[in-house]
């Protein structure tokens, strides 16, 4: 099934694990449900993409984040796309795999809302992102706009968020958030 953009689609899952892992990071010995996470600069997973077979062995998790190909909003459009769909196609491929995958969305600015949200089910438990948003309002403001459109558009059943969600952000749906590796570091 391909939606719009003709993305792969990511089918819904309804896990919430209680820890992520960080991709080609040693498993923690935790208890509970853990999740592979691509929270990382593009090149340290640039890998699953030029060998997704090859990298399977390094997804130490049987719940996996789709990564977070980055789109940039002064990136050229395209270029968005195509990470969008990297994102997407990963996430399709790893569920053929028998990976349990929660999307992760991202978006730019407004540019980017009519295919960000493509490839992914609605209803369905999604991941995201704050680093970088703290202090920095203009981001905070077009965090704002993006996660309000996210919500209108993928009604999401629960959100995985990797950093501290804003407080200032009123929001209906169930919200998990996980320390980053820097918050981890602080204290």
């Known amino acids: 099934m391909k939606s719009k953009w003709e993305f ?5 899952v309804e896990v919430v694990p209680d820890w992520l892992i960080a991709y080609r990071r ?16 593009d090149f340290r997973f640039e890998s699953i993409w030029n060998d997704p077979k090859g990298s399977l062995k390094h997804l130490k998790t049987s719940v996996v984040l789709s990564p977070d190909f980055s789109i940039h909003y002064e990136w050229p459009i395209a270029l968005q796309i195509w990470n969008t769909y990297r994102n997407r196609w990963c996430g399709a491929f790893w569920q053929s795999q028998g990976y349990l995958v929660i999307p992760t969305v991202s978006w730019s600015n407004t540019d980017s809302f009519d295919f960000c949200f493509a490839g992914i089910e609605p209803g369905s438990v999604v991941a995201i992102a704050t680093v970088g948003l703290q202090n920095n309002l203009a981001a905070k403001v077009s965090f704002r706009v993006g996660f309000d459109e996210m919500n209108q558009r993928l009604r999401p059943k629960h ?3 990797y950093g501290q969600f804003p407080e200032e952000i009123e929001t209906n749906v169930e919200i998990t958030t996980y320390p980053t590796f820097w918050e981890k570091k602080g204290k």
């Open 8 to 12: 792969p689609v990511i089918k819904g």
């Open 159 to 161: 959100i995985l968020c």
């Open 26 to 41: 040693r498993l923690p010995s935790r208890s509970g449900i853990g999740a592979t996470h691509f929270f990382l600069d």
